[in-house]
């Protein structure tokens, strides 16, 4: 009995070696999942933000998570990444089910996350942010030199091209991620989930970001990848993981027929516009104009230098540029909350650099700040008195001696169907709504204002494509009403698709006032700093 036992055990084991040799022959691959995830549940306040969702990432491979706001893309990675744990379901890891609870955990099972806002020291060394949590091997003393010379070898392995000896505030944004994709190489991950990588980086950076991740891909690091951007996913990703509601709705492999609307139909359950026309405008007299403005930041730092440009009645001007080269401060300038230390802004005949910001807001210029949290909103408030900030003094929302508690009802209920934020009613907290929500409600403030000049900072940012295409359009119908309006997004697509000119702004100066023909190689070169141009093709 037993020497049979042995002769089916050798049997069985030369039939699954033909069978795995055949496969291999035809040309197949036996890919074993790096990632399981099965069945994962979880809520928030009885809400679920991922309901039942099933995940695999291959070895090897990069795996796009796509998903409208709120949809549970961050919540699902939250919990591979030990941030959160689920309240039902699986995650294996090479086949082998595990336990995480903290990113301690993810981080020894091998998975590192690089998050959309870095979590470096910036007066640190590269290797010195690198060495942050390692044990040293030679306590008390530090392995500088070990570490230093490893860095150096990952860096020339996969294309890093980073200085062990710079400290992080002397390297540019994408040099800064690149350190965050070498810090979790460093420590030995080969799960790497990158959130909205391309997100502060010019175009040229962004081309670079693939090189790398390609060189990790063909290294056999398996790489998931949440964005917006269908281009990113359609220009690197292997596979794509759909998500709506909290469920999942689609899984794709990504091939030269996948194209963006097919996409977008599985992630909103409808066609979505990328191409936006506008009706036909003519363009009025200038609204604003700007001569060699020039402002210091919060540390005295200079950070507007010599800004000149115009915008007219019914044109948008986009500012292109990598977030932290004085759009912030041009913003608050134009709207009454800086002062300058040079130059002149005139609204049509008047000086606007003795305005206040009241003054500002009498005036019709309106703003979509870029930080909702801390300049868009008052977060312990409710939704209806966040709606009602600029316009407290309306006629439309008084009673005889005070406000009218049911007009700022009514007038509320309006905004929020009008513009769907999604909200248990008018009287919740703003903070425990998601961020998608909280910039609708800025929106609907600002644009219900019937603006003569609006300032758009990032107005699309933390939105799904649902809502970019609805948001985006309104810009556009404010444009047919006459507004003037300033655009400023680190989005290219958005500047390209709603400016009439692009204004590109690098450390605090205008390089160049471009048309959109221009494209966008030569708007990456001018984001860079490595080209200046006079205006070309425009009226400046």
Not at 255 to 262: A, G, I, L, W
Request: one cysteine or more; proline letters at 3%; hydrophobic letters at 40%.
């Amino acid at each position: 009995m037993y020497l049979l036992w042995i002769e089916l055990s050798r049997v069985g084991t030369m039939f699954n070696f033909m069978t795995e040799k055949a496969i291999k022959e035809a040309g197949k691959v036996i890919e074993k999942p790096l990632v399981q995830m099965i069945q994962i549940k979880k809520t928030f306040s009885g809400i679920p933000a991922n309901d039942c969702v099933d995940f695999t990432l291959k070895e090897g491979s990069v795996h796009g998570l796509l998903g409208e706001n709120g949809a549970g893309k961050t919540t699902l990675m939250n919990i591979l990444f030990g941030l959160y744990e689920p309240d039902s379901g699986k995650v294996l890891i090479k086949g082998e089910p595990v336990k995480i609870h903290s990113p301690l955990d993810a981080m020894n099972l091998k998975i590192g996350m690089v998050h959309q806002h870095f979590m470096l020291v910036k007066t640190l060394t590269v290797t010195e942010n690198i060495m942050l949590g390692i044990k040293s091997t030679r306590t008390p003393f530090l392995d500088t030199r070990m570490i230093r010379n490893r860095i150096i070898e990952l860096s020339g392995k996969y294309g890093l091209d980073i200085d062990p000896d710079a400290k992080i505030w002397q390297l540019s944004v994408g040099q800064q991620q690149r350190v965050e994709i070498l810090t979790a190489i460093f420590k030995g991950a080969d799960i790497l989930i990158l959130d909205e990588p391309t997100a502060v980086l010019t175009p040229g950076e962004s081309e670079d970001l693939f090189s790398i991740l390609r060189e990790l891909r063909n290294s056999g690091i398996g790489i998931i990848l949440i964005s917006h951007k269908l281009e990113e996913i359609l220009a690197i990703a292997d596979e794509v993981t759909i998500l709506r509601n909290g469920v999942k709705t689609g899984e794709t492999l990504v091939t030269p027929s996948t194209t963006k609307q097919e996409l977008t139909r599985m992630m909103v359950g409808r066609d979505v516009l990328f191409n936006f026309t506008g009706k036909d405008v003519n363009i009025g007299k200038e609204c604003l104009s700007l001569d060699h403005l020039c402002a210091i930041d919060d540390r005295g730092v200079q950070v507007l230098q010599d800004v000149s440009f115009s915008i007219k009645d019914g044109e948008i001007l986009g500012l292109a540029g990598v977030d932290g080269n004085g759009q912030k401060e041009l913003c608050q300038i134009l709207t009454g909350l800086r002062k300058t230390t040079g130059g002149t802004i005139h609204l049509y005949d008047q000086d606007l650099l003795t305005m206040t910001p009241k003054q500002c807001i009498d005036n019709k210029i309106f703003h979509i700040p870029e930080d909702r949290q801390k300049s868009g909103l008052i977060m312990d408030w409710d939704v209806q008195k966040n709606l009602i900030l600029k316009n407290y003094d309306s006629k439309s929302i008084s009673g005889r001696f005070c406000l009218s508690e049911q007009r700022i009802g009514e007038q509320a209920d309006t905004m929020i169907q009008e513009y769907n934020i999604k909200t248990p009613g008018r009287e919740e907290v703003v903070k425990k709504l998601s961020g998608g929500n909280q910039q609708k409600i800025i929106l609907a403030r600002e644009m219900e204002g019937d603006p003569e000049l609006l300032i758009a900072s990032h107005p699309t940012r933390g939105l799904d494509i649902g809502a970019m295409e609805y948001v985006r359009q309104r810009i556009l119908d404010q444009k047919a009403n006459g507004a003037a309006i300033l655009l400023v997004s680190a989005d290219l697509e958005e500047i390209f698709q709603l400016s009439d000119r692009i204004a590109v702004i690098y450390n605090g100066r205008i390089m160049g006032i471009v048309s959109p023909d221009a494209g966008i190689s030569k708007i990456g070169m001018l984001m860079a700093g490595i080209m200046e141009t006079e205006n070309v093709g425009v009226d400046a």
